[in-house]
């Protein structure tokens, strides 16, 4: 790698059709369901204040992102569909408590923020 590369216009509109691109990966297909899940922005402050928590387990991190950006489980919740304590708890109810499942649909939501990015690792340890 080049340390000489300039960032040109190109390369700027170019980024940006990426980026559109990937932000309008709005819904996740869940196979347990067969159906899609829509996800939505959320604060950005939001999501970090619930993945950065390092009193849950990653489990239970996934699980109040997941109630957080999917509104179809806070509109169940409303809906009283099931009874629970907490209303984040309403999402491995509705996914079976399938933990690949719940993780996948984590996971899809980590990466619409920039988290779980394949080349993230590389950069991290190039710094």
């Known amino acids: 790698m080049t340390k000489n590369k300039k960032l040109t216009i190109e390369k700027i509109l170019a980024r940006k ?3 559109d691109k990937d932000l309008n990966k709005n819904t996740y297909y869940s196979a347990l369901l067969d159906s899609d899940i829509d996800v939505e922005e959320n604060r950005q402050e939001q999501i970090l ?8 387990s990653q489990y239970k991190r996934y699980i109040r992102l ?5 509104p179809i ?19 491995p109810l509705v996914l079976e408590n399938n933990m690949s499942e719940i993780i996948a649909l984590g996971n899809f939501i980590m990466k619409k923020y920039g988290f779980l990015d394949d080349d993230m690792v590389e950069k991290i340890k190039k710094q």
Not at 49 to 56: A, N, Y
Not at 74 to 90: F, G, H, Q, R, S
């Open 17 to 19: 059709n990426l980026i």
């Open 49 to 56: 204040d619930i993945i950065s928590e390092q009193e849950e």
């Open 73 to 91: 489980f806070k509109l169940a919740n409303e809906n009283k569909v099931y009874e629970v304590k907490e209303p984040y708890d309403i999402v």
């Open 66 to 70: 997941i109630y957080a950006c999917c």
